[in-house]
């Protein structure tokens, strides 16, 4: 089966640390962009970071940029999400998604070919 699952989620503390994963099934991961997407109740579904899969070159959201990094393991064919210095404002479900596109500019939800389930992030004392 070809998808995406998400993990790595849970409940942390205010300037805690989590990984999320995103490992794919049924394909390679390898010159893929995968991006990372996360939706708070009540509010719209915002992009955070993307990695190229031509390049590997990483891009952020000014709400996260310089706490968060993203990177792949093509030996697991995985990509990682470091999440440092977590907010309350981090709560959300987090997904990732892969569009098969290496060198895609349209980072949107929309534009990917396969969007995991999510999982969810808490922040909170």
């Known amino acids: 089966q070809v998808q995406v699952v998400e993990s790595g989620g849970g409940s942390v503390q205010p300037g805690g640390s989590l990984r999320l994963s995103c490992a794919a099934s049924g394909f390679s991961l390898d010159y893929y962009a995968i991006g990372w997407f996360r939706q708070a109740p009540g509010k719209e579904r915002e992009g955070i970071s993307c990695?190229?899969?031509?390049?590997?070159?990483?891009h952020f959201a000014d709400s996260v940029k310089g706490r968060f990094t993203i990177s792949r393991d093509n030996a697991e064919n995985t990509v990682f999400l470091q999440m440092n210095s977590l907010k309350p404002e981090d709560t959300a479900v987090y997904y990732c998604?892969?569009?098969?596109?290496?060198?895609?500019?349209?980072?949107?939800?929309?534009?990917?070919?396969?969007w995991g389930q999510g999982t969810q992030v808490t922040v909170s004392s």
């Open positions: 998604a892969a569009d098969r596109n290496p060198y895609t500019e349209d980072h949107s939800w929309s534009a990917n070919d396969y």
């Open positions: 990695i190229s899969g031509s390049d590997d070159s990483t």
